[in-house]
Structures are given as structure tokens and as C-alpha cells.
């Protein structure tokens, strides 16, 4: 997967989607773009569609069309997706450097995972009650 910036590719989508070439971080939904509600969800499923392509699903990671009906501008959107992202996602030259300086990364402990014949033991023998035989 190649890098890219989701800033770029929101304000790309919505001037193609608007056909608006002067659409920007500023340009509001409906005043200044003229979307109505149907724009708006349509504008959504090529948002979603388009990073998607790029192996990033913005529902699954809790960014719906309800979330983003209830934006103003795109700047806000692109916020939100910034938000939904996380900071694992960055893809600017400074997004870049601030995962890798050492202050922000921390090392979590990883935790002990269980033996893979003894989970599956474990859920085959739930809830059979006892060794009673059944005749």
C-alpha cells in the first residue's frame, strides 16, 4: 500500500464529487458546495469508497454517514478522519516524525497467550456439565 495523504485525498474527492475545482478545508456543505442531504450520502460512499481502495475502512473504524451528516465544512471532515485514523496512520513527513520521536513511543508489555490445544479444549468441554454418560 502506498503512502498518502487523507487530507489531500477528502479535498480530492469533494471537487470531483461537487465539481467545485475551488472546494476547500473552508467550503461549507451546503452553502457554498449546494449539497442536499442525497449529495451528502453520496458523497460519503465515494469517501468510504476511496479509502477503502486503500485498505482503510472508515465504518469499521467508527467513522458512519450519520457521524459524517453531521459535519459542517470539509475541514471538519478531515479532522474527523484524522480522529478516526489515529496517530498509527499518519502519512505526512510530520506525522512521520512525531510516531518515531522517543517521547511518544511506549512499550506495552505483551500479554502471555495461552496454548492453543488448551483454548480449544477449554471451549470444546464448555458447558458439558460432568463425564455422565448418556445412554
Avoid: C, H, Y
Avoid at 12 to 38: K, Y
Avoid at 76 to 88: C, F, K, N, Y
Amino acid at each position: 500500500m502506498g503512502e498518502f495523504d487523507p487530507d489531500t485525498l477528502v479535498v480530492e474527492i469533494v471537487r470531483r464529487q461537487t465539481g467545485n475545482e475551488s472546494a476547500g478545508p473552508r467550503s461549507r456543505f451546503a452553502q457554498d458546495l449546494g449539497l442536499s442531504e442525497n449529495g451528502r450520502k453520496t458523497l460519503f460512499a465515494f469517501l468510504v469508497e476511496a479509502f477503502s481502495a486503500r485498505g482503510l475502512n472508515l465504518p469499521a473504524r467508527g467513522f458512519f454517514q450519520s457521524n459524517f451528516l453531521a459535519l459542517s465544512t470539509v475541514g471538519v471532515l478531515q479532522d474527523a478522519i484524522r480522529g478516526v485514523l489515529g496517530p498509527g496512520k499518519r502519512t505526512s513527513a510530520a506525522g512521520r516524525a512525531a510516531a518515531a520521536s522517543p517521547e511518544t513511543t511506549t512499550k506495552t508489555p505483551a500479554k502471555p497467550t495461552p496454548n492453543r490445544k488448551a483454548k480449544a479444549r477449554a471451549i470444546a468441554t464448555k458447558g458439558k456439565g460432568g463425564k455422565r454418560k448418556r445412554g
